[in-house]
T-cell receptor, first 114, second 117 residues
Framework: AQTVTQSQPEMSVQEAETVTLSCTYD???????LFWYKQPPSRQMILVIR??????QNATENRFSVNFQKAAKSFSLKISDSQLGDTAMYFC???????????FGTGTRLKVLA | GAGVSQSPSNKVTEKGKDVELRCDPI?????LYWYRQRLGQGLEFLIY????????KSGLPSDRFSAERTGESVSTLTIQRTQQEDSAVYLC???????????????FGPGTRLTVL
């Protein structure tokens, strides 16, 4: 069975600093996608970044980037120049290619401090 | 509308009562998903619609849960004889439903927080 593990329940970072959120996953599939979602207090899940497992290059989206270590089954999220609006729950998730079911981790609550 | 909407935003009900939760997906999106999020947890898949059909109901936790979709648009999740363990946020998402579903971004609504007393 696929699993996604986020071992940091809570983290905090000073505004403008950089923070890294950890995620490990386990899957026997060869084709899959990995995701980071942000859930602010409004509850709406927002896609932050997505990585196709067959791509060796790490995905980046503006201040957000990932460190994808396929052999180690690790998929961490780096947030640079943290902003107060980054305060939210962050969920790591996996999905097998050709399917539609996310496997979510339990989340990391990130607080950006002014 | 511009995004996925859900109603009500919050629902408080008594144990044993039935509740209906509504989801309005993005116009033109044929794929629609329901998820449950218990306190402090990630999302659990409940059901997937392609058009008005539900090819995958595998996530529905019991026969008290059912869902339907009409006009390839609005979907309703119904929970009968609610129990306290049903308390959670219920999230709906939609996607274009074409090609590789894993590649198509799912757009989420703000969810309905259900509290069963």
């Amino acid at each position: 069975a696929q699993t996604v593990t986020q071992s940091q329940p809570e983290m905090s970072v000073q505004e403008a600093e950089t923070v890294t959120l950890s995620c490990t996953y386990d899957t026997s599939e060869s084709n899959y996608y990995l995701f980071w979602y942000k859930q602010p207090p409004s509850r709406q899940m927002i896609l932050v970044i997505r990585q196709e497992a067959y791509k060796q290059q790490n995905a980046t989206e503006n201040r957000f980037s990932v460190n994808f270590q396929k052999a180690a089954k690790s998929f961490s999220l780096k947030i640079s120049d943290s902003q107060l609006g980054d305060t939210a729950m962050y969920f790591c998730a996996s999905m097998t290619s050709g399917t539609y079911k996310y496997i979510f981790g339990t989340g990391t609550r990130l607080k950006v401090l002014a | 509308g511009a995004g996925v909407s859900q109603s009500p935003s919050n629902k408080v009900t008594e144990k044993g009562k039935d509740v209906e939760l509504r989801c309005d997906p993005i116009s033109g999106h044929t794929a629609l998903y329901w998820y449950r999020q218990r306190l402090g947890q990630g999302l659990e898949f409940l059901i997937y619609f392609q058009g008005n059909s539900a090819p995958d109901k595998s996530g529905l936790p019991s026969d008290r849960f059912s869902a339907e979709r009409t006009g390839e648009s609005v979907s309703t999740l119904t929970i009968q004889r609610t129990q306290q363990e049903d308390s959670a946020v219920y999230l709906c998402a939609s996607s274009s439903g074409t090609g590789n579903l894993a590649y198509n971004e799912q757009f989420f609504g703000p969810g309905t927080r259900l509290t069963v007393l």
